[in-house]
């Protein structure tokens, strides 16, 4: 498929298509929410999706996934911030780490840029974008709730899944 003056035309020795538009360039669409001004975060917090009523936990669930648990078995994360601004949740000596294309959770003793994250806020609370968790090139993998904890590209029609509080531990 070829394109001239925003008409199309069928080639059958390119296997691949690209459209190309007449007139202005446009920006292409992210999926991804706008970043916001730094969010103000304790030194502990609990992790807490609001629609589900689940807690965070740094215990391994089913699928590469951390666990959702009740207030009372709630994690308490120490919350560490590096000199970027992005931030690191610790238990146990643990970093809260995305699999490095998303799509897994787990506790690592390391810290690598998967075991950053971004707090974003929004509407209800906050989002959480991974630093180093990369889908085919797209810096896009986000916490969410899925049965239990783990990270998946953000949808902004589906944003509930990846919106969390974070709640100051006492």
Request: net charge negative.
């Amino acid at each position: 498929l070829t394109a001239y003056n925003g008409a199309a035309q069928f080639s059958e020795t390119n296997a691949t298509a690209t459209w190309v538009s007449a007139g202005a360039e446009t920006e292409p669409e992210t999926n991804e929410p706008e970043t916001s001004e730094p969010v103000d975060v304790a030194n502990t917090v609990k992790i807490y999706y609001a629609a589900e009523d689940k807690y965070l936990s740094d215990k391994p669930a089913d699928r590469d996934r951390l666990a959702g648990v009740s207030a009372a078995e709630a994690t308490v994360w120490t919350v560490e911030v590096d000199e970027n601004g992005y931030y690191s949740f610790v238990s146990d000596g643990k970093y809260m780490t995305s699999g490095a294309t998303g799509n897994a959770m787990s506790m690592e003793s390391t810290l690598t840029d998967c075991g950053r994250w971004e707090v974003i806020a929004c509407d209800g609370g906050v989002y959480l974008r991974n630093v180093g968790a990369n889908y085919n090139g797209n810096y896009n993998q986000y916490l969410e709730f899925y049965y239990d904890f783990t990270t998946y590209g953000f949808n902004e029609s589906k944003a509930g899944i990846y919106t969390f509080q974070l709640i100051e531990a006492e």
